[in-house]
């Protein structure tokens, strides 16, 4: 078993706190992406559980065990990084079989983990070439391989696909995860791409200022964003925003009036995503600024309110900057959230 439980972890460099009280848990074969902008605390945590710095507060455990005083090797981890870290003097075979020389493995052992690793990430036939003459998508291979040839319990991956060009990311992306759906490795993937993260994780833990502000799956996180941030963070283009002001037992959006949640406050926020407005006679309106073709959609970014707002369209309507255009929001798909906190209000 290689869950991992991390509890109330902070992590300090002098007056800078990098990470403020994170918990996290992770299951047992789980794929679970961490996902943020530079800077949010990703990689830290990331470090922090490899053993390649220490927690200044709480615990961390994997499999059960208390590892803070434990070094990296002894943690049964395996780390594949943003610059591949694969070896240019030395043969692909050799690089899959570094760590396992480490270990002191039988060749026999050691040829039969390599080959088998290198024919899940279809580089068995670069086994004799030298790293260095590989294109950057062969040396991830390898460099995952390498990883997983080790069978670790827990697999870190630190934005492995960022050095990519977008074409190779695709294939990259479907091929991790094939693989790892195979190898069943708990997988813990660092992320600023949305798109890597949705398409790869079984659950996104988004971060923001050193926090995990949502933990859930991509489609929770994408449908009901805890938090204003969230929503903002993820999707693209992300949700747009209005305030919203009490008016006759409801919200007013825009001069529209709006069936909403009980709350308190004199003012709230309205949450829509692009894709959920659709053109009508009396709803939302404002001026068209600029009409994107997307193929079989387009992106119109219009002014709502003094606020840019964005719809994704059918490609066939005949809209046009400076129109007018007015849309209605799906109810079902209108969120709300306290502008003060961020917080979703339900």
Same mark, same amino acid.
């Given at each position: 078993m290689a869950e991992i439980d991390i509890r109330n972890v902070v992590k300090r460099f002098g007056s800078y706190t990098a990470l403020e009280r994170v918990d996290l848990d992770v299951a047992d074969r789980e794929f679970l992406v961490l996902l943020g902008a530079s800077?949010?605390?990703?990689?830290?945590?990331?470090?922090?559980?490899?053993?390649l710095d220490t927690p200044s507060e709480g615990e961390i455990k994997i499999g059960g065990k208390r590892v803070n005083e434990l070094p990296p090797r002894a943690r049964g981890i395996a780390m594949v990084f943003q610059n591949y870290a694969v070896?240019?003097?030395?043969?692909?075979?050799?690089?899959?079989a570094f760590g396992l020389r480490m270990k002191k493995l039988p060749e026999a052992e050691i040829d039969e983990k390599v080959k088998r690793s290198a024919s899940l990430m279809h580089i068995e036939q670069l086994l004799s070439r030298y790293s260095g003459q590989l294109?950057? $998508?062969?040396? *991830?291979?390898?460099?995952v391989a390498r990883a997983l040839a080790m069978e670790p319990g827990v697999l870190l &991956?630190?934005?492995?696909?960022s050095n990519l060009d977008a074409l190779l990311r695709l294939?990259?992306?479907?091929?991790?995860? $094939?693989?790892? *759906?195979?190898?069943?490795?708990?997988?813990?993937?660092?992320?600023?791409?949305?798109?890597?993260? &949705?398409?790869l994780g079984d659950r996104i833990a988004v971060m923001h200022e050193g926090r995990i502000v949502q933990a859930a799956t991509p489609m929770d996180v994408y449908r009901d964003p805890a938090?204003?941030?969230v929503g903002g963070f993820i999707g693209s283009p992300p949700m747009n925003?209005?305030?919203?002001?009490?008016h006759n037992g409801g919200w007013q959006v825009a001069g529209v009036d709006l069936a909403g949640p009980a709350s308190d406050n004199a003012e709230i926020q309205f949450g829509i995503r692009p894709e959920d407005l659709m053109p009508t006679e009396s709803g939302l309106s404002g001026t068209v600024r600029v009409v994107e073709p997307l193929g079989a959609h387009k992106l119109v970014t219009m002014t709502v309110a003094d606020t840019l707002f964005r719809a994704v369209l059918d490609s066939d309507l005949p809209v046009r900057p400076g129109e007018t255009l007015t849309l209605a929001p799906r109810p079902e798909r209108i969120r709300w959230f306290d502008p003060k906190s961020g917080a979703a209000i339900n």
């Amino acid at each position: 078993m290689a869950e991992i439980d991390i509890r109330n972890v902070v992590k300090r460099f002098g007056s800078y706190t990098a990470l403020e009280r994170v918990d996290l848990d992770v299951a047992d074969r789980e794929f679970l992406v961490l996902l943020g902008a530079s800077g949010c605390g990703k990689t830290t945590l990331l470090r922090l559980i490899a053993g390649l710095d220490t927690p200044s507060e709480g615990e961390i455990k994997i499999g059960g065990k208390r590892v803070n005083e434990l070094p990296p090797r002894a943690r049964g981890i395996a780390m594949v990084f943003q610059n591949y870290a694969v070896f240019p003097h030395l043969t692909v075979f050799e690089n899959i079989a570094f760590g396992l020389r480490m270990k002191k493995l039988p060749e026999a052992e050691i040829d039969e983990k390599v080959k088998r690793s290198a024919s899940l990430m279809h580089i068995e036939q670069l086994l004799s070439r030298y790293s260095g003459q590989l294109s950057g $998508g062969q040396r *991830q291979r390898v460099a995952v391989a390498r990883a997983l040839a080790m069978e670790p319990g827990v697999l870190l &991956m630190d934005e492995p696909l960022s050095n990519l060009d977008a074409l190779l990311r695709l294939e990259m992306r479907a091929e991790l995860k $094939g693989v790892l *759906q195979e190898s069943r490795t708990t997988t813990i993937y660092v992320t600023h791409d949305q798109v890597e993260a &949705m398409s790869l994780g079984d659950r996104i833990a988004v971060m923001h200022e050193g926090r995990i502000v949502q933990a859930a799956t991509p489609m929770d996180v994408y449908r009901d964003p805890a938090t204003n941030f969230v929503g903002g963070f993820i999707g693209s283009p992300p949700m747009n925003f209005l305030p919203a002001a009490r008016h006759n037992g409801g919200w007013q959006v825009a001069g529209v009036d709006l069936a909403g949640p009980a709350s308190d406050n004199a003012e709230i926020q309205f949450g829509i995503r692009p894709e959920d407005l659709m053109p009508t006679e009396s709803g939302l309106s404002g001026t068209v600024r600029v009409v994107e073709p997307l193929g079989a959609h387009k992106l119109v970014t219009m002014t709502v309110a003094d606020t840019l707002f964005r719809a994704v369209l059918d490609s066939d309507l005949p809209v046009r900057p400076g129109e007018t255009l007015t849309l209605a929001p799906r109810p079902e798909r209108i969120r709300w959230f306290d502008p003060k906190s961020g917080a979703a209000i339900n």
